[in-house]
């Protein structure tokens, strides 16, 4: 049987699996909304119960709204490939919040509204954060924040192996840096290269900072970036659990305090301070210096399209009660996101100056869609990560496995 193109669009949906951010259990069902002031809201925050923070807030928009808003929350891919579903039944909710590399793949399917056409004002939000919703120049959404990655590290097992982070620069330092702690009887780095988006997501910042392009997984700089983490491997620099490692796993191994290094993200604040050794946090170094380019993470507000379109005014207020200056602030802070807005972004660093090198992070950050990729994306991760699965387990080498990664890639 030939897949309909619905179908395609499903399964392109089904390989990007939600990040730690937004992940979770399933949650409970939403249908489509009925009359008397009644919407639908759906998220992938199934970890946030009508009692939290969240929750209390997406009820205070609908009654600021002046309507009561049924609020379903499902993971990540659950969430799309049910957005699909309710769009081709003619219930889709109302309002969604969705994970933004999923944006254009629900635009393709005809099922967002554009943010131009419902009036809803983008202009202040950075141009690489509201990149990842916007397709051939129109905003499909308006992001209610973004995270990224970067390196925290153990302030005490960077001091007893003598290694000053600031000298951590490039590739060479840091990987001189993971010598020095093993040398000193602690662990290196610990990351995630499981073979799901999370996986991607992990290895975008050293396959971008080696000056690797998406749409040519086999280049020598996508070598160099996989060899990197496979020697690292080798030499005992890393776990070999790293191929199982989700973001939270990989978080639990830096938590116990044995590792110098974790590659995570903004999310993980709230743990670090819990963690009972002081930390710092460090960007992501390019393979030749600099900053390497993170991909932006978070979720866009969008208005599906409906049958009975007089319920977008409604919709409208609903998304500007979200994503308003007044309300991100609040919001952002309970997600531990950063921000779409400068001025919001100001505000986040006045109240905790942790939040500084994550602002710059997220400021230099990419979208895994940006660049014309599209709906494309999909079909380039998951070869991609499976790759990085080849290469750490040792069944191919990191030139093989991207071969194939490229050859997989240009099938899809």
């Known amino acids: ?72 929350a499902y993971d990540t891919t659950d969430l799309g490939n049910k957005a699909l579903l309710a769009a081709q039944q003619g219930n889709a909710p109302d ?11 629900l635009v393709e399917a005809g099922i967002l509204n554009k943010t131009s056409d419902l009036g809803l004002d983008t202009a202040s939000i950075q141009k690489n954060i509201i990149g990842a919703g916007t397709i051939d120049g129109a905003a499909y959404g308006v992001p209610i924040g973004a995270n990224t990655l970067a390196l925290y590290y153990n302030k005490k097992v960077l001091s007893a ?17 993971l010598k020095k702690v093993k040398a000193a009887g602690k662990k290196g780095i610990t990351f995630s290269a499981i073979n799901t988006e999370e996986g991607s997501f992990q290895f975008l910042p050293w396959f971008w900072g080696a000056g690797g392009d998406l749409t040519a997984l086999d280049s020598a700089k996508g070598v160099a970036a996989l060899t990197l983490w496979k020697q690292w491997v080798d030499a005992g620099y890393a776990p070999k659990d790293v ?42 170094p ?26 977008y005014e409604v919709s409208k207020k609903i998304v500007g009660c979200l994503t308003s200056d007044a309300n991100l602030l609040p919001t952002d802070t309970t997600l531990m996101y950063v921000a779409p807005t ?30 014309g990729l599209g709906t494309k994306y999909p079909t380039i991760s998951q070869p991609m990560w499976t790759a990085v699965q080849a290469a750490l387990s040792g069944s191919k080498s990191p030139q093989d496995a991207l071969a194939a990664a490229q050859a997989a890639a240009g099938k899809g």
Do not use: H
């Open 342 to 371: 400068a001025a919001v972004q100001a505000e986040q660093v006045k109240k905790n100056s942790e939040l500084k090198p994550w602002v710059a992070a997220v400021a230099a950050a990419r979208g895994r869609t940006s660049g």
């Open 243 to 284: 191929l199982q490692n989700t973001q939270t796993t990989s978080w639990q191994e830096f938590a116990t305090g044995d590792y110098a290094f974790s590659e995570n993200g903004t999310w993980q604040l709230g743990n670090a301070d819990k963690a009972g050794f002081p930390y710092g946090v460090v960007n992501i």
């Open 1 to 72: 049987m030939i897949p309909t193109r619905r179908t395609l669009l499903v399964v392109a949906l089904a390989t990007l699996l939600p990040l730690t951010a937004c992940g979770g259990g399933s949650g409970s069902s939403g249908s489509s909304s009925s009359a008397g002031g009644t919407y639908t809201f759906w998220d992938p925050y199934p970890q946030f119960d009508a009692s939290s923070d969240w929750g209390k807030r997406v009820a205070a928009c609908g009654t600021a709204a002046g309507v009561k808003l049924k609020r379903a």
């Open 161 to 177: 192996a003598g290694v000053d982070p600031a000298s951590i620069t490039d590739w060479a330092s840091l990987t001189a840096a």
């Open 95 to 105: 309002v969604m919040l969705v994970d933004n590399p999923v944006v254009s793949t």
């Open 286 to 311: 390019g393979q030749n210096g600099g900053s390497a380019p993170v991909p932006t993470g978070g979720e866009f507000v969008t208005v599906p399209v409906q049958k009975d379109t007089s319920r």
